[in-house]
């Protein structure tokens, strides 16, 4: 029966400030009700953290259109991976499995689950000047295999996906976890894409709490994607991209409070639906 | 056709000296030629030049009865499942699909795939006198989840697993990559199970290269664990759990040479059967 049931991909954790634990719970709970998931995570706090401690701090740049991003040299690499797959995802199906649910750990490299390109340079903006910057293992996804995760969920398995993409030689390259989760979710042609975020969702007036955007149509995506702050026109970009690829709802849910999965399911945060 | 071919167990790397690029190259032409393969890796030294450099060395404690490992307090636990499942997991994985390999890295600890024991507190040897350490997360394994493999193989990847297992509370566990390469070789029933290490096989003498034994029987698995040096005690043991679980043959190879999988089936290193 429960292989009948919709799937929710939930882009968990990553943020300083989202309550891990409170979304494991929450998770567990979710799937004894019946729900398929799919968590995805990020995991840039601790990757910049472990790259401190080894002597190679991270360094982020931002493109000319006001994206930030960290460029990942191939050292930036194996820690970002060090940290993302060995660290948090570890860390993840361990929380998970202590509370009963059935978790598998993966990265998009695993199996080529999700297919990058990745550009031979990138644009930057640094003093207000444009360079280009050669040798970054950063891709953006084309294509996420469903079949994986199909086989995996039909299984009994939770997958727990880690950020980073397949490139088209097999190389690993670092990828968003929100964007991630949005074409994970348009893959699997979820019911619901929730992305978890240390705020109540998407605001009129950041950092102003109240200004709490409760609901979007697809058409004011671009302009949201102004009003955006920093790390949350990525949580914009995800929703357009999975509306697009099919997903119904996308919701900007609070992931510092108890019960963040199901908080956000009832109608709290900012939901974005394809409408009608 | 290629799901009807026997399974071949094979551990790689770990050790200094053993060529993973030669093993992965060669995994490539095996599975071309329609072996199916499952590979199991270590890690150790790298889990040690990690806590080095971010200043928690490892502790290697002795058994009594001889038998060197890792003490491992949570902190050992997060440093080596980051250089283990995010370093060299991740770094063969995507070798492999580099190779053309459809590679999906694994822990034990994903899906439950192995489960281990932990011991409440170790006994160990220190300038001669016995004591109790407790807090160690490591574990033996005592069940493999073949099915989780079986489902994996017959979807057409290679599953590549990090020497974590699963404690019976979900918690994450070292666990030594060659019994666990005995352990999977024993639930999939696998033809061969092949132990790549430093050094031609077992030796008689160690270090002596000349003194290689070619063939033993499992009868005299209990006189060559006496002549087994430091970690190829643990590879005799491999063997013997491997015979014990129904494993028709186990090879201990030469993982510094070129094409190392094939030279080990065609019959170098040390064969050890069942017999009849």
Redesign the interface.
């Known amino acids: 029966m429960s292989t009948e049931q919709p799937i929710i991909v939930v882009k968990i954790g990553g943020a300083a400030g989202v309550d891990t634990q409170a979304a494991c719970a929450d998770a567990a709970l979710c799937l004894q009700e019946g729900h398929r998931l799919v968590l995805v995570h990020g995991g840039s706090a601790e990757a910049s953290a472990?790259g401190e401690?080894?002597g190679h701090p991270p360094r982020f740049v931002t493109s000319p259109s006001g994206f930030t991003s960290r460029y990942t040299d191939e050292r930036t690499l194996?820690v970002f991976?060090?940290?993302?797959?060995?660290?948090i995802?570890?860390?993840l199906?361990?929380?998970?499995?202590?509370?009963?649910v059935?978790?598998?750990?993966?990265?998009g490299?695993?199996?080529?689950l999700a297919r990058a390109g990745r550009k031979a340079a990138i644009r930057v903006v640094e003093n207000g000047k444009q360079k280009r910057l050669h040798g970054d293992f950063t891709g953006k996804i084309g294509a996420v295999d469903a079949?994986?995760l199909r086989?995996?969920l039909g299984?009994g398995?939770t997958p727990v996906i880690a950020p980073?993409a397949?490139g088209k030689?097999?190389?690993?390259l670092n990828t968003d976890a929100d964007r991630m989760a949005a074409m994970v979710a348009a893959a699997l042609g979820a019911e619901s894409l929730l992305l978890l975020t240390a705020a109540p969702g998407l605001l009129r007036d950041f950092p102003d709490e109240s200004s709490l955007i409760p609901r979007l149509h697809r058409d004011q995506l671009d302009e949201a994607l102004q009003l955006a702050e920093g790390r949350m026109k990525k949580k914009v970009l995800g929703a357009a991209e999975a509306l697009e690829g099919g997903v119904r709802r996308v919701i900007i849910g609070d992931g510092r409070i108890a019960n963040p999965i199901r908080t956000a399911l009832d109608g709290a945060g900012t939901m974005i639906e394809a409408g009608h």
């Open positions: 472990l401690a080894l194996e991976s060090m940290a993302v797959n060995g660290g995802n570890t860390s199906v361990s929380q998970l499995r202590r509370l009963g059935n978790a598998l750990g993966l990265s490299l695993d199996g080529g079949g994986l086989l995996l299984a398995y980073l397949a030689d097999g190389e690993a």
